[in-house]
């Protein structure tokens, strides 16, 4: 082994040592279970999904990423594609909320995610884009992806 050669070697292990998350640390949020969007600052964790059919999932969990029932929270989804902009109620099935209707076709258009607490807290507004394609990276679809760009 070159001197060289030994220093990538010694540099490369520093890296390894730097990016390793040990195992005992709790998940990364934003890596959420069911490949959806991590709705930030909310508690439990709010994971936005759009399924196959359009509709909308909101999942929770807490701390450690486990599933936990919706209780209070209260979710309205306003999409606004050039066609116009629709308005999504959602209802308790199960464990989470489900939208009654689905997103509007397309995809590269805003969403704002009324997210209540509780009925009568005020909403904050969660903004994205709907980018419905797979990210390269991540392989998760490009609204709910975790690489940095
Ligand atoms: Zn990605």
Redesign the pocket.
């Known amino acids: 082994m070159n001197a060289n050669l030994r220093l990538l070697t010694l540099a490369g292990a520093l890296c390894v040592g730097l990016f390793t998350v040990p195992a005992a640390d709790k998940q990364d949020p934003k890596a959420t279970p069911k490949g959806g969007r991590l709705l930030e600052k909310t508690a439990p964790h709010a994971e936005f999904v759009v399924e196959k059919d359009r509709s909308v999932t909101i999942h929770f969990y807490n701390e450690d990423m486990k599933p936990v029932p919706a209780t209070t929270q209260n979710v309205t989804v306003i999409a606004a594609p050039a066609s116009g902009k629709a308005t999504l109620q959602f209802e308790k099935k199960g464990d989470s909320l489900v939208s009654r209707t689905k997103l509007p076709e397309g995809e590269g258009y805003n969403v704002v995610v009324q997210f209540r607490q509780t009925a009568d807290a005020k909403p904050r507004n969660l903004r994205f884009k709907l980018e419905t394609h797979t990210?390269a990276?991540?392989q998760?679809a490009?609204y709910a992806?975790?690489?940095d760009?």
Do not use: D, F, G, N
């Open positions: 990210c990276e991540c998760r490009e992806c975790i690489c760009h």
